[in-house]
């Protein structure tokens, strides 16, 4: 970005990434705030991005150089499965009307955020960018990922029509402070540092659903602010990156419980359902492209991220989402 006057605006600022990103800039001394940077982290309560009218007066208020989109519609699985339909339309409109007036407001950067759970369903791993459309995703949140592919689409034909520089990354399964740690409707981490803190407040046991052999790659909401910010700052393709932990680095989910009671400090009874289904057993992702273009970042050890993830949410156990 050049040295001048830059204002960045985030969308779903106040969410797991959005938070994140603003932790990141506040205090990380080489991915921080820049001199010139004003960084503006935006809840659906500045506007509903839905809403074309709302959309519109944000960037007439903000006047943004550069965008971080963050906001979506997002659920877990069987929100999903329920209203495919809401998935997809809602995204589409926030989605659109950010890059549309992204376009008409000259913002020279924006960078839009996919996930991994858009890829193809029937396809080979390690999974890479170039397979993003490359096949149907998965049928429980086809709405969800179409919408997500889109972006993919209209990145390309704003640079091909307009020669704008939008862009998008890919994230695996994050996880981190500020997150939703509701018992049902959260990703597996937060879902079960929630559950394991019940049992040790009600003296019940701690039992994980299924083996524990399932693997996964996760990256902390920290780690992936920096990427972030890097891809804003230096990322020059249109194209999606991914932006994944290696693929040596997948824990299994029994690591992940054993992980959370060493950083819960539980020693109550801890064991597996196996009676109940693992989901699928891998999904790996390839980082090679990310490592290519930027093979200086540490990721932040594992049991780091998720030491520092229970510690906060035990601080702030009384007013977090869940
Ligand atoms: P959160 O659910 O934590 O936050 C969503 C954010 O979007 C909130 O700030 C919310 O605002 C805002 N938002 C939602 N709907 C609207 C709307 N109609 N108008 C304006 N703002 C809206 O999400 P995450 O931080 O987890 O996700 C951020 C991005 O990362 C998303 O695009 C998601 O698809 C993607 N992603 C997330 C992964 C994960 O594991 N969490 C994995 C891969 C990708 P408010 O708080 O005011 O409601």
Known sequence: MSPSKSVILVTGGSGLVGKAIEWVVENDSKYGKREGEEWIYLTSKDGNLIDPAQTKAIFEKYRPTHVIHLAAKVGGLFGNMAANLDYFRDNLLINDNVLHNAKEFGVKKVVSCLSTCIFPDKTTYPIDETMVHQGPPHDSNYGYSHSKRMVDVMNRAYNDQYGCNFTSVIPTNVFGP???????????????????YLAQQNGTPFIMAG?????????????????????????????????????????????????IVTAMGYTGDYRFDTTKADGQYKKTASNKKLMSLNPDFEFTPFDVALNETVQWFKENVDTIRK
Do not use: M
């Open 211 to 259: 083996t524990g052999r399932p693997l996964r790659q996760f990256i902390y909401s920290r780690d992936l602010a920096k990427l972030f910010i890097w891809t804003l700052r230096e990322y020059q393709e249109i194209t999606p990156l991914i932006l994944s932990v290696p693929e040596e680095e997948e824990v299994s989910i029994k690591q992940v419980g054993d992980s």
């Open 178 to 196: 500020h997150d939703n740690f509701h018992l049902v409707n959260s990703h597996v981490i937060p879902g079960l540092i929630h559950k394991c």
